[in-house]
């Protein structure tokens, strides 16, 4: 499925922000939903958008973007949407790539944008007793006073074994620091902080990305 719209709003010379590319994506178990577009978008509308596509279904994200976009009076252009499947071992290896790689290129591959904001929250039964999965909020942002990009990872990969009731997981906090290199603010190993069962909200991670400095402040937000 893929969407294409354009609006375009005349703003006075002196009230405009650069025109930059956006993409968001919410990915689930099955499937990754995302849109694209270019917009002179501010953080507080962007923030919008997440808070409204917060509460819905995953596949909804087009119209919760498009909506805030129509009711801010944004301009905007080439509006796409698109549902793709996902492939369990592509979609570890990129939250592998996101928690223990020293580039921030692994980012850049998965953007293709300016700015990127993106969410997972995926699971797979590898047999009868036992699964893996992952969890990833990031953005890539571009900073107002230096024109510098700024990275943020906050994600977990986990296993269970539900026969002996035993977890396996890795969570860790992540940030560039005004270079191509992510560094570590705070891991955590063996017992999830962003628990495998029942409802995390990674949507309110991903809004709340830059203030989480903790695991206590991620599992607070997160776990409901």
């Known amino acids: 499925m893929n969407r294409q719209m354009t ?22 178990d099955d499937y990754l939903y995302s849109v694209s577009f270019k917009a002179a978008a501010a953080g ?10 917060r509460g819905r279904l995953y596949k909804n994200l087009q119209e919760s973007v498009q909506s ?26 990129s939250a592998a790539r ?33 699964g893996e999965g992952c969890y990833y909020a990031v953005s890539r942002t571009i900073s107002g006073q230096n024109g510098l990009s700024e ?7 986990f296993q269970y074994d539900i026969r ?14 005004g270079s191509r290199q992510l560094h570590t603010l705070e891991h955590a190993a063996g017992c999830p902080v962003l628990s ?4 995390v909200d990674m949507a309110g991670l991903l809004m709340n990305i830059r ?10 937000i997160a776990n409901r």
């Open 196 to 199: 495998p069962f029942g409802c």
């Open 98 to 130: 996101l928690l223990h790689g020293s580039s921030c290129g692994s980012m850049d591959r998965l953007a293709g944008a300016d700015e990127y904001y993106s969410i997972m929250d995926h699971q797979r039964r590898m047999n009868e007793n036992c």
């Open 151 to 157: 990275y943020r990872v906050i994600g977990q990969t």
């Open 68 to 93: 805030c976009l129509e009711a801010g009076c944004t301009e905007y252009s080439d509006f796409t949407s698109n549902a793709a499947r996902l492939e369990h071992d592509t979609v570890m290896a």
């Open 211 to 220: 203030s989480v400095t903790t695991k206590e402040q991620a599992a607070r």
């Open 44 to 53: 507080l509308q962007i923030h919008r958008m997440l808070d409204a596509a």
């Open 164 to 177: 002996s009731g035993r977890e396996q997981s890795f969570f860790a906090i992540r940030k560039n620091e």
């Open 7 to 28: 609006k375009t709003v005349t703003e006075p010379e002196n009230c405009r922000r650069p025109i930059r590319a956006y993409r968001i994506e919410f990915g689930s």
